[in-house]
């Protein structure tokens, strides 16, 4: 058997991203203990590095390893939106690691792990290329919610989020192994082509498999009811993990969402939309009704998260290239509005008498006047209110859905926002609005935190203000696809 030609420049910024997690991991072995955070700056030097290897390939339409993997403008994207989270999730981790006394070397190489795996579920052309990259990014997000050894929640944050995990992935294989009996074939591209159909009841088992891998993807996805492992095991999370959680498996899992139900299973979109229509409103539901009764801020944003995802998969119960490509967008928009709220979280609850409760923000305004209205951008960006760039993230994908006929999904949508409204506004109310007999303690957050604040917060308006001039949304799914 022939090894497959290998296009090595079109899977550089792969190549980079795994030889600098293989690199940290062995300067880490040979710095001593207090010089290892070193490896950070490592860390995001490397993630700039592999930035400009996708530019590079920006415009790329091709496949390598015999078709299982695909570099085109979709992947791309995508890509650069996993860098830039994980890049500034280094910048504000830098502190976190030194006040916890974390191991710092580990952390980041697990980081950097975590990204690998992502990118390569962007450019799987092939079901089991994504799930080599699920794997790779599953595995290293379970020790890294457990990272805090000494702290018991964290440990429990780690452990139901494996045994959940594993769980998860046991439905993914089924689904794979039953969409290769059904075709005889992983390639996402032909999954639906009859001439591969090698059983009597191929369609049946072919659905059977897709409705495997959605139950899989719906945890990553964190989509109801696939979402109840997300409050405890963010809560658990060190901080700057769960930041990183909320937004890279996101982006990841609906980047194999969009190759596989709009690519590979586009042609039965309307069979499939009702189902992805009432997961949307479930999920919309779930996270803000049980949002508003929080007071724990970490809590409060995971349930957050639930709500978003209910937001991303109206795409797919719009099932066009104009919805996948406005997911996409709102994609880049929640990266950037949601690390910058977990930025200012960081921040508070580093103070000498800060925690992760809602009454820790307590006098922030007028203490920190730039902390109290970064925080007050985010959130209502989160909220959806103009002209920031979550209003333009959801713009588009109403758009995008009300032209395929969508309306009363759009209408719940957007009466699901009003209902964040309230709780994301009632942290406004607290930082600005409630006097308190005690002052609020002052807080410190070095240059590398302020620099991934400071570009959170131009990304939060730049985005908001003109989102097309920075956001391509005439992106092809799939190259030498549909």
Known sequence: MEFPQIDYVAILPEIIICGLALLIMLFAAFLPRDRRWITGHIAWFGIIVASFAVWMNWGTDTRTFAGMYSIDLFSSVLKLIFLLGS??????????IRLHKLEAGEYYALIIFSLFGMMMMASAADLVVFFVGLEIMSVALYVLAGFRRSDPKSNESSLKYFLLGA????????????VFGAVGTTSIAQMFDPQQYTLANSFFYLMVGGGLLLIGLAFKLASFPFHMWVPDVYEGAPTAVTAFMSS??????????????????????????????????LTMFTGNLIAISQTNIKRML????????????????????????????????????????????????GKEDGDNEITSFTGLGRR?????????????????????????????LFKAAVAKGQIP??????????????????????MFMIDTQTEFRPVSYPAFLYVALV??????????????????????LLASGR
């Not at 719940?412 to 209902?419: F, G, H, K, T, W």
């Open 409 to 430: 999904l759009v209408v719940i949508a957007v009466i699901n926002s009003l209902i964040s409204v309230y709780y994301y506004l009632r942290v406004v109310v607290v």
């Open 167 to 178: 769980f998860a992935t046991g439905f993914i294989v089924l689904g794979i192994a039953f």
């Open 248 to 281: 890279g498996p996101k982006a990841a899992a609906i980047a194999v969402l969009a190759r596989v139900f709009v690519v590979a299973f586009g042609q039965h979109i309307t069979q499939l939309s009702p189902m992805f229509w009432s997961l949307s409103v």
């Open 87 to 96: 890049l500034l999730v280094v910048f504000m981790s830098e502190n976190y």
């Open 455 to 476: 570009v959170a917060v131009l990304g939060t308006i730049v985005l908001g203000v003109f989102p097309t001039s920075f956001f391509p949304f005439d992106i092809p």
């Open 368 to 396: 920190h006047p730039f902390l109290g209205a970064a925080m007050t951008l985010f959130l209502i960006s989160l909220a959806g209110i103009p002209p920031t760039a979550g209003f333009a993230g959801k713009f588009f």
């Open 302 to 349: 995971a349930y957050s998260s639930i709500a978003h995802a209910g937001y991303m998969l109206i795409a797919f119960a719009t099932g066009t290239a104009e919805a996948v490509n406005s997911v996409v967008f709102y994609l880049l928009t929640y990266t950037v509005m949601n690390l910058g709220a977990f930025m200012v979280l960081l921040v508070v609850e």
